[in-house]
C-alpha cells in the first residue's frame, strides 16, 4: 500500500514538472523619428575614408543641408612665356588632419565633396564655369582649365560610380567660360531611391591615380588638372592672371 502512495506521488510531481516547460511568446516594439539636422556646416572627409576629418584653407565650401563641402583653388604658378599652345599643372592641394596626431601640411591632388544630409530621395547636379584670366593689363581671351582625369568616391556606397556620374559621362571636361553654358561636373543618375546620395559624402579627386595612402609632396603637380593657353592667348611678362571659378550646386536633376 505504501508502494502504490509513492508512485502515485512520483507521477504527480512528474506532471507538475512537465507542465513548467511550457512556453509562450509576445512581441515588444523598438521606435525611434528622425528629424531634419540643425548641422549645415559640417566636416571635410578625406576621400576615400568614412571618416578621417581634415581641413583645408586651399578653397572653399558652402552651408546647406545639401552643400559644397569642398571645392578647390587651382595654383598654376609661375610660367615661362612661349609662343604658340602650352599646358601645365596645378600644385597639389595642401590640407591637414585634423587629428593632432598627424600635425603639418599634408598635400593630394584637387578634389571637390558633395554632402548630402536633406533626408530625402531627391538627386543633385554641379555644375561650374570661370571668367576669363586676366590680369590688370589685359586677358587670356581662350585659356582654359580642363578636367582631364576623375576618380568618384563616396562615404557609403562602394559603387558610387552606379548612383553619380562624372563629367556628364564623358572622359574630360573643360571649365566652361560662359556662364549661361556651364560645365557639368557631377550629377545623380536620377531623383529614384537608388541614384541618390542622402546621408554621404560624395568626392570626385581629379586625379585618376589617387590612392589615400599615398604620400605627395607639397610641390607635387597634379597631372589630372591643365591650364590650356592657346596660340591665340599672349601673356604679359611679370603679370599675375586670374579667373574666377563658380561652382552651382543644384538640388534634383
Known amino acids: 500500500m505504501k508502494k502504490g502512495l509513492l508512485l502515485a506521488g ?18 515588444t516594439e523598438g521606435v525611434i523619428n528622425f528629424k531634419t539636422s540643425t548641422d549645415q556646416t559640417g566636416e571635410l572627409i578625406k576621400p576615400d575614408t568614412e571618416d578621417e576629418v581634415i581641413t583645408s584653407e586651399d ?7 545639401l552643400r559644397l563641402q569642398f571645392v578647390p583653388n587651382f ?21 591637414q588632419y585634423a587629428d593632432v596626431a598627424k600635425p603639418g601640411d599634408q598635400a593630394m591632388p584637387q578634389f571637390v ?10 538627386g543633385w547636379t554641379l555644375d561650374v564655369h570661370a571668367s576669363e584670366f586676366a590680369s590688370a593689363t589685359n586677358s587670356l ?8 582625369q576623375g576618380k568618384l568616391f563616396n562615404t557609403v556606397y562602394d559603387n558610387i560610380s552606379n548612383r553619380v556620374s562624372a563629367f ?5 571636361a573643360k571649365v566652361s567660360l560662359d556662364p549661361a553654358a556651364k560645365t557639368r561636373v557631377l550629377a545623380t543618375k536620377d531623383n529614384a531611391d537608388a541614384s541618390t546620395t542622402n546621408g ?5 579627386v581629379f586625379n585618376s591615380g589617387y590612392d589615400k595612402e599615398q604620400s605627395y609632396g607639397l610641390t607635387d603637380l597634379n597631372p589630372g588638372v591643365k591650364f590650356i593657353k592657346t596660340n591665340k592667348d599672349i601673356p ?6 586670374k579667373s574666377t571659378i563658380t561652382w552651382t550646386l543644384t538640388a534634383g536633376v
Do not use: H
Request: aromatic content about 8%; overall charge negative; some cysteine.
Open 10 to 27: 512520483l507521477s504527480i510531481c512528474a506532471a507538475t514538472i512537465l507542465g513548467v516547460t511550457q512556453a509562450e511568446a509576445t512581441n
Open 59 to 65: 578653397g572653399q565650401s558652402s552651408t546647406g543641408l
Open 75 to 95: 595654383n598654376f604658378l609661375e610660367q615661362e612665356i612661349k609662343v604658340g599652345p602650352a599646358t601645365y599643372n596645378p600644385k597639389m592641394t595642401t590640407y
Open 113 to 122: 565633396q558633395v554632402t548630402d544630409s536633406r533626408g530625402l530621395n531627391e
Open 141 to 148: 581671351e581662350f585659356a582654359q582649365i580642363e578636367f582631364v
Open 168 to 172: 556628364a559621362g564623358e572622359a574630360t
Open 200 to 204: 554621404s559624402q560624395t568626392s570626385l
Open 236 to 241: 604679359v611678362a611679370g603679370e599675375q592672371y
